[in-house]
C-alpha cells in the first residue's frame, strides 16, 4: 500500500501560520492507494493546492471518517471530494451523519453507510473492520472508530484518535498480523498527572503498546511503524522527534510523505 499524508498535525495547528517545511502541520489526513482517504479535514484541498495536485481526489472512490472533530471531518470538503472525484461512498459514526446533515442539509447527496465497532465492509479492493477507540467528542451518543484495512494480503492498523486501546479492540487485533501500523501520537514526552492520556497517546504509552503489540503477534516480523497527529504544543521539532522515536523502531510522518509498504 502507499501512505500519502496530506497532515500530520493535532487540533492545534494553525494554517494561517502555514511553513514550507517538516516544521508545519496540516491537520491529519491519510490518503490510501489515491482511492481511499480517511478524514477529509479542512485542510485537504490546501494541501493538493500548495503542492500543485490539482488532480489528487478524481480516484477517490471511498471515504472513512474516524470521528467527528472538525479537524478529521469538515462536510463541505468532503461534499467537494465527492463531487471532484464524480460520487463516492462515505464510511463512518452515526454522529459524523448527523454532523453532515447538521451542516450540509438532510438532502445533501453525500452517499453516507453508517458503520459500528465490528462491522467490516469493503471498499473497492480494501477490506476494512472499524474498530472502537479511545477517544471523546462532544456528542455522547459518537463511538470513535480506528480501522483495520486490508489489500492484496497487506494489512494496516490506522489509529487516530485514541488513548490506550479499548480491551474489545486490543482482543480483535491481538493477533492480527500487521503488516504496517499508523499510531496517533498527540502527545510527546508529557509530565505526569497530564489527563489527555485518556483519549491521545504519548511516547511512553507508545513504547509500552509496542512491546505488547510486537510480543503477542498483532505485528508481523518486520511490521512497519508510523506516527503522525502531533500537538504543535506537546512535541519539539521534527528531527528531535524522529532521534527520540528511532530506538522504538517508529518513523514520524511529515505532510507531504510517501510511504510505502
Not at 459518537?142 to 488513548?163: C, H, P, V, W
Not at 521534527?238 to 522515536?245: I, K, N, Q, V, Y
Request: proline share 4%; charged share 25%; hydrophobic share 35%.
Amino acid at each position: 500500500m502507499k501512505l500519502h499524508f496530506l497532515g500530520t498535525g493535532a487540533a492545534d495547528w494553525d494554517i494561517s501560520r502555514r511553513r514550507d517545511d517538516m516544521e508545519w502541520r496540516r491537520f491529519s489526513s491519510t490518503l490510501i492507494d489515491d482511492t481511499l482517504l480517511i478524514d477529509p479535514g479542512p485542510h485537504i484541498f490546501d494541501f493538493a493546492e500548495k503542492n500543485n495536485l490539482p488532480n489528487l481526489f478524481d480516484n477517490v472512490r471511498d471515504i472513512v471518517i474516524t470521528h467527528s472533530h472538525p479537524d478529521h471531518l469538515n462536510s463541505a470538503n468532503l461534499l467537494r471530494v465527492c463531487s471532484v472525484s464524480r460520487g463516492c461512498r462515505v464510511w463512518g459514526d452515526a454522529a459524523s451523519l448527523r454532523k453532515i446533515n447538521r451542516e450540509l442539509g438532510e438532502s445533501n447527496a453525500v452517499d453516507f453507510r453508517v458503520v459500528t465497532p465490528g462491522y467490516e465492509f469493503s471498499a473497492g479492493d480494501f477490506r476494512i473492520l472499524a474498530l472502537r477507540s479511545n477517544h471523546g467528542t462532544t456528542d455522547p451518543e459518537e463511538i470513535t472508530l480506528n480501522y483495520s484495512i486490508s489489500r492484496n494480503g497487506q494489512k494496516l492498523f490506522y489509529g487516530l484518535d485514541t488513548g490506550w486501546l479499548p480491551y474489545q479492540t486490543w482482543c480483535t487485533i491481538r493477533h492480527a498480523g500487521f503488516d504496517c501500523m499508523v499510531f496517533e501520537l498527540t502527545m510527546g514526552d508529557i509530565v505526569p498527572g497530564d489527563d489527555r492520556i485518556f483519549g491521545h497517546t504519548s511516547i511512553p504509552m507508545l513504547e509500552i503498546m509496542l512491546q505488547t503489540m510486537r510480543r503477542q503477534g498483532c505485528m508481523k516480523p518486520g511490521c512497519r511503524s508510523v506516527v503522525t497527529h502531533l500537538a504543535r504544543t506537546l512535541h519539539t521539532d521534527h528531527m528531535s522527534t524522529c532521534a527520540r522515536l528511532a530506538p522504538l523502531g517508529v518513523d514520524v510522518a511529515y505532510d507531504g510523505m510517501i510511504y510505502n509498504f
